[in-house]
């Protein structure tokens, strides 16, 4: 594996859509295992691609599932389940039987917790501290969504020890109904309290109103655990063991989105490795032209010149660039190609 991938134990691979990630992520995987190191590729991204470019199955959602290859060192993949994790969550930190229980049966963490915005950003969280924690694999491989909601798992964290630190956690424990299950608040003011809770109902519903609030009394002991898990992956992300690849597609359309997330990155103090530029059209600029052919040349020259721009905006770091090739690489073998050619434009790349 390239000695400049080689000394991070965690690889993030970030950038937009429909630029690869999920094949380079795969490729780096397979490229880790032949050099005889065991290596572990993981996804969040809803669309799931990994299990295709993998061929793995949907047990891969429950735990590592094992890639059927014959090489010096392991490989394996994992799906991101959002809802799962929570449950594992759940089940492995609550304190007691009954606690577990509690949490599980309620009705706003089954009908709402897993759909709930930022749900799939934690859990990545969660997941990728219980992948480090084990220290089973030599490489981690995480692949990511596309920028934004990469972005979203990467301020996750924060936001996590943000929302346990603020006072709405203190608001939402108060012991808000009593045994009767009426509001506290209003149960003392008669004909008025009553027509407030009926006003209540009929906007939010008193029902949810009682399983939210019971859900967060209920989670009063796994707080602490989730915030100091927070914590760590936060250290770990800015860690020097991991690096983050920053992935884009050629022309200049993709430079200002490239050159914000790269900003992005480096302003929350991430190692960001080398700059790939993926799929690049070949380069028939000379060579005589006509019909379909033309097109072909000028997105060659489009691609060209996207790639000069870039590389004069990031003086000191020329991007990696790889070829568009016939076909997308869906076979092992196809993807493992794409991984030893990553690795000699990185070798090349180190050179110049």
Do not use: C
């Amino acid at each position: 594996m390239n000695p400049a991938l080689d000394n991070h134990p965690l690889i993030v691979v970030v950038g937009a859509g429909g630029v690869g990630k999920t094949t380079l992520a795969a490729a780096l995987g397979l490229e880790a295992a032949a050099a005889g190191r065991d290596s572990l590729v993981m996804t969040f991204d809803p669309s799931l691609r990994l299990k295709d470019a993998l061929g793995v199955s949907e047990e891969a959602r429950d735990a590592p599932v094992q890639v059927e290859i014959e090489r010096a060192g392991e490989l394996w993949a994992s799906l991101l389940d959002a809802q799962r994790t929570f449950d594992r969550l759940i089940e492995r930190y609550a304190p007691d039987d009954e606690a577990r229980e509690r949490i599980l049966r309620n009705g706003f963490y089954k009908h709402l917790a897993g759909n709930l915005g930022g749900v799939l950003e934690y859990m990545a969280v969660e997941r990728l501290y219980e992948v480090a924690r084990e220290e089973r694999f030599r490489h981690v491989i995480l692949d990511t969504p596309p920028t934004r909601q990469a972005l979203d798992f990467l301020e996750a964290p924060q936001r996590i020890v943000d929302f346990l630190d603020s006072g709405a956690i203190r608001l939402a424990m108060r012991g808000w109904f009593d045994d009767k299950g009426r509001l506290k608040p209003t149960s003392r003011l008669g004909f008025v309290g009553r027509s407030v809770e009926g006003f209540l109902d009929r906007i939010v519903g008193l029902d949810l109103l009682r399983d939210v609030a019971e859900f967060f009394e209920a989670f009063v002991p796994l707080y602490d655990g989730f915030r100091r898990r927070a914590i760590e992956v936060q250290q770990l992300l800015r860690s020097e063991r991991t690096l983050f690849l920053l992935v884009t597609g050629p022309g200049r359309e993709r430079i200002a989105e490239t050159l914000f997330f790269a900003r992005k990155l480096e302003e929350a103090g991430y190692r960001v490795g080398p700059l790939i530029v993926n799929r690049v059209h070949p380069d028939f600029s000379g060579t005589a032209t006509e019909g379909d052919a033309e097109l072909f040349q000028w997105l060659g020259r489009r691609d060209r010149e996207g790639l000069d721009e870039l590389t004069a905006l990031l003086p000191g770091r020329p991007p990696v660039h790889l070829p568009l090739l016939p076909e997308e690489p869906s076979a092992l073998a196809e993807i493992e190609r794409v991984g030893r050619l990553l690795d000699d434009r990185l070798r090349q790349s180190m050179a110049d």
